[in-house]
């Protein structure tokens, strides 16, 4: 089956740094990919829609210039959480749409900011 | 707007019981509907999903759901319950013609027991 990676699977920043985080689509090319965001024991939250060549789509209530979102190919899309604070702290899943229009998950990276 | 519900926030089962874990949703027009589920620090795993057809949907590791179309339920079930069931489960629902935005409910905690 489709597989979707993410790297790292954990990582620690200080506050006021940056962190990118990736998503890759490993056996099959996804033009749309989606960022989600899970807090502890709650649901994921869709953060945007980004869509191979163009700017991303966000969710009301998600600031764009602090989650920065670049899907440069068809088999990667980067989300970067600028001057991260421990609020942004969280479990950030990723997942990529098929040509068939499959969502595939990938197995979602943890972030904690210090 | 799309919502989904999740009524129960934690299911517990004897080990080969049967199991039910409940789901309503609300989306105007078709609605495709999904179940995943989430093991501790992992991602999403697909399980079974309801486009059309035959309101009863066979999916992964022995579940099983029924959609509803008057009660607009789509609960997942399992003749007989294991322990490594034991688990976060998530319904999600998209409008139909696009496999677009997930909405996702707040999740069900299974706990199968010996």
Known sequence: ?114 | AQSVAQPEDQVNVAEGNPLTVKCTYSVSGNPYLFWYVQYPNRGLQFLLKYITGDNLVKGSYGFEAEFNKSQTSFHLKKPSALVSDSALYFCAVSKSGGYNKLIFGAGTRLAVHP
């Open chain 1, 1 to 114: 089956g489709a597989v979707v990676s993410q790297h790292p699977s954990w990582v620690i920043c200080k506050s006021g740094t940056s962190v990118k985080i990736e998503c890759r689509s490993l056996d099959f090319q996804a033009t749309t990919m989606f960022w989600y965001r899970q807090f502890p024991k709650q649901s994921l939250m869709l953060m945007a829609t980004s869509n191979e060549g163009s700017k991303a789509t966000y969710e009301q209530g998600v600031e764009k210039d602090k989650f920065l979102i670049n899907h440069a190919s068809l088999t990667l899309s980067t989300l970067t959480v600028t001057s991260a604070h421990p609020e942004d702290s969280s479990f950030y899943i990723c997942s990529a749409r098929d040509w068939q229009n499959e969502q595939y998950f990938g197995p979602g990276t943890r972030l904690t900011v210090t």
